[in-house]
């Protein structure tokens, strides 16, 4: 057998994660056909209705979050993010956005008015001089391509697949007690700048929670309002930087502008000074200034460093004193506590909103009774006696110190057990805090002779700057340092278990098929070890960070060879 240089038939290990979202357009019909056949007909009427219709992220959005609202005794997870992900790749809504979108800017552009600065040579363009019209034609298509190419540079950051991602998550019915909470009607009501802080522990279900704020926000947003958003993710190294973050929250803003002259010039100009703190907060001002009110929802701002929070907080402050009078900038930031005293520093006005054991209560009963049922229907959960069904329900129930990654691995845990007795001995010993619980799935690998391939994948997915998706993590967990050549026998076979053969602590995620830690307090256990078991798996991020140098640099010299 002839030998090959060694090289990834998977692509890059660096490769960008977008282009794992380009589904096959007819699997994404087939899905799509399936979903309707599973709607009634008053929800398929509202789906065509809006595909005969304007329908921009929000108006999908929107529409999603009113069709999950329909049933408010729907069990289970939210259809919301399938159906939104559907409308958004599928080719047909693309093209009405497309054509919609491009028919409001020719619009705008072929007003006849007197146009300012940077608009078209500031000349009027006749409707009936053919001549001039296919000037006028070319002229605005080289300004919309102009407009497209600017917003590409202040910020292509995919900022919706965190969204989908935590929508997906949610059970219908959950994360709905914080709306007629007095602290959120105050700050959604307020007349001036502000702040709601929402704070929790570890697994407490903020990232949901802020979810399905966004959603409630734009399927309540005016016209006069503009909403943005933005995850920030411990294991995407982009997502903590302040400017980044910025930028992305501008571009969502002007994302609902039409190629609109005073905007085009103001985005140009920033670009001239290299996209400069002063400069893209005159652009998100300037831009403000034209609704009423700008709401900015932030989740995981804790996950960043201290010097980027300070910026961005800084940003945010400004923005509000330069609209003050003309607008109002209502911003959500969703974090742990440990970062209250630099929020409260902000010269925005702060309240503050926790989700306590009490808040949370009903709906961790709720979410945990659901996914036991689910385990059942499923199979994946094995109990003949009905009792010892129902004690596992209260058991759960009540809960590990009030978070939701609590109950997920316990069920995880459960469903390892082969019979009753398992199942209620397991019972007796469950942990009620997460290091007890990292501990007992970490013990399960030992058992189940899995130590090696999880602890590289937990060491690959601890140190790399991007996610790496499942084929990517099968090609990099198959080279050795000094190895050749491309040895395809070395691939692991089934990499699709990989969550099973980690006991859950890692997930693949259904929007992009990229592999994560469940939660990042599992990467920072890894780690800061405590306990013997957990100290086997011990990540030391600068030894490995250089062990991954040496296989990328390895790769990369064998491909220019």
């Known amino acids: 057998m002839s030998e090959r240089r060694l090289q990834s038939p998977a692509g890059p290990l660096t490769r960008s994660s977008k282009s794992y979202a380009e589904d096959d357009k007819a699997a994404l019909s087939e899905a799509l056909a399936a979903f309707q056949a599973a709607l009634t007909d008053a929800e398929r009427t509202r789906l065509q209705q809006t595909k005969t219709s304007f329908c921009d992220a929000d108006a999908v959005i929107k529409f999603t979050h009113d069709l999950d609202g329909l049933d408010p005794a729907r069990r289970g997870k939210s259809i919301a993010t399938k159906l939104y992900s559907f409308l958004q790749t599928i080719q047909q809504f693309y093209q009405v956005t497309d054509t919609y979108v491009k028919q409001s800017r020719l619009k705008s552009a072929v007003r006849p008015r007197n146009l300012d600065e940077g608009s078209l040579d500031g000349r009027y363009i006749p409707r009936n001089n053919s001549k001039t019209s296919v000037q006028g034609k070319k002229l605005r298509q080289n300004l919309e391509q102009n407009w497209e190419s600017l917003l ?10 965190a969204f989908r991602k935590a929508r997906l998550r949610r059970h219908n019915g959950t994360a709905e007690w914080v709306f007629p909470t ?24 903020k990232t949901v929670l802020t979810a399905n704020v966004i959603d409630h926000l734009i399927a309540e947003r005016k016209s006069c309002q503009l909403v943005s958003f933005f995850f920030v993710a411990f294991d995407d190294a982009a997502s903590l930087s302040a400017e980044h973050i910025i930028r992305c929250l501008i571009r969502q803003a002007l994302d609902h502008s039409s190629v609109n002259d005073k905007f085009i010039h103001g985005l140009r100009k920033a670009e001239s000074r290299f996209f400069s703190n002063d400069a893209l907060l005159g652009l998100w001002a300037e831009k403000v200034k034209s609704v009423d009110e700008l709401f900015v929802v932030l989740d ?15 940003c945010l402050a400004k923005l509000g004193d330069a609209v003050s009078g003309e607008s109002r900038v209502k911003v959500l930031l969703s974090s742990r506590e440990t970062i209250v005293d630099e929020v409260d520093r902000s010269d925005l006005s702060v309240s503050r909103l926790g989700l306590s054991t009490a808040n949370i209560q009903s709906d961790l009963s709720k979410y945990a009774e659901e996914i036991l049922m689910q385990r059942v229907s499923t199979k994946k959960l094995k109990i003949d ?49 997460l290091s007890g619980t990292f501990d007992r799935a970490l013990a399960r690998i030992v058992a189940n002779g899995h130590e090696k391939v999880a602890h590289d994948t937990f060491r690959w997915a601890a140190v790399v700057r991007r996610p790496l998706a499942t084929d990517q993590l099968r090609e990099a967990l198959a080279i050795e340092i000094g190895q050749m050549y491309y040895r395809p026998e070395r691939l692991i076979n089934g990499i699709d278990q ?9 997930q693949i995620e259904e929007t992009d098929n990229t592999v994560h830690f469940s939660h990042h307090s599992i990467r920072k256990y890894l780690l800061d070890p405590t306990s013997e078991v957990s100290r086997s798996f011990h990540i030391n991020l600068q030894d490995w960070d250089h062990h991954v140098g040496e296989i990328l640099s390895a790769q990369t010299g064998k491909h220019d060879s």
């Open 182 to 205: 007095q602290q959120f009607q105050n700050w959604f009501h307020s007349d001036k700048s502000s702040i709601l802080h929402l704070t929790g522990k570890i697994g407490s279900g």
């Open 300 to 314: 995981g701002l804790d996950e960043c460093s201290e010097s980027e929070r300070e910026l961005l907080l800084g």
């Open 498 to 506: 990989i969550t099973a053969w980690c006991e859950n602590l890692v």
């Open 152 to 161: 590409i540079k202040l910020s292509s950051y995919d900022h919706a697949a």
């Open 385 to 433: 006696n009905e009792h010892l069904l129902q004690e596992v329900i209260r058991q759960v129930q009540r809960g590990g110190e009030g978070m939701f990654l609590w109950v997920f691995l316990t069920v995880e845990d459960l469903c390892t057990r082969k019979s009753d007795i398992e199942i209620r001995n397991a019972l007796q010993t469950i942990p009620r805090n």
